[in-house]
């Protein structure tokens, strides 16, 4: 991403834009998703024997290390590896871990979003207007959606799809449809309640 915000920057004089860009360069360079390195701290684990720890035996894990491991592993599920060398922590202690690199890639991404702008507004960057007003929020969480079930033997054919009434606006005509595959039975092979079979 850096690299093509700075080909469409090479020939900007505008000194100030420039600095803004290797700050941004700078922040993502900065979050490594594969470095063993602390962000901020590490966690120690060893097991207890006799009431002490067993020092020789400890494991010590860095913070960014188990951020991503939730990351890839926990929530995308895409890393055994990763979950493997952080299993001793547990998913809590990865949850903690990955709290402040996520919140920092959200106002990095933020940051980035309004550096675009800003260029495609000086004409500086080549951004079809349609990608900056297209809706990628979804607002309400709970997913409602209408549907009609049909029952037929598990044998039978596939039947055609409801075909929309005229002057329903593309409404499907379930009612027909729902009667036209019921009327071919339950998968028991007994005639349905109330037909006329």
């Known amino acids: 991403m850096s690299n ?27 979050i490594d998703p594969r470095g063993t390195g602390l962000n901020a701290y590490s966690v ?12 020789d035996a400890a494991s010590s894990l860095a913070d960014n290390e188990l ?28 949850y903690r871990a990955a709290a402040p690199p996520v919140c920092r890639v959200m106002i990095q991404t933020i940051a980035t979003l309004r550096f675009v702008e800003l260029l495609a507004s000086h004409g500086l960057l080549p951004v079809p207007p349609a990608a900056l007003v297209a809706d990628v929020i979804v607002t309400d969480p709970v997913m409602r959606r209408h549907a009609e079930v049909f029952l037929a033997p598990s044998d039978a054919d596939m039947p055609p799809l409801p075909t ?15 009667d036209r595959v019921i009327r071919s039975g339950p998968a028991t092979g007994d005639a349905p309640p109330n037909s006329d079979e």
Not at 44 to 55: C, K, L, S, V
Not at 165 to 174: F, H, P, V
């Open 44 to 55: 120690q684990i060893a097991p207890m024997q006799d009431g002490q720890p067993m020092a």
């Open 164 to 178: 929309p009434r005229a002057g329903s606006g593309g409404g499907m005509d379930a009612a027909a449809a729902a």
């Open 67 to 94: 951020a991503f491991a939730w990351l890839y592993g926990d929530v995308v599920h895409h890393d055994p590896e990763r979950l493997a060398a952080t299993g001793v922590a547990g998913v809590r202690e990865r």
């Open 4 to 30: 093509a915000i700075g080909f469409f920057l090479r020939g900007d004089g505008h000194a100030g834009r420039r600095e803004h860009f290797e700050q941004l360069r700078a922040a993502w360079r900065a």
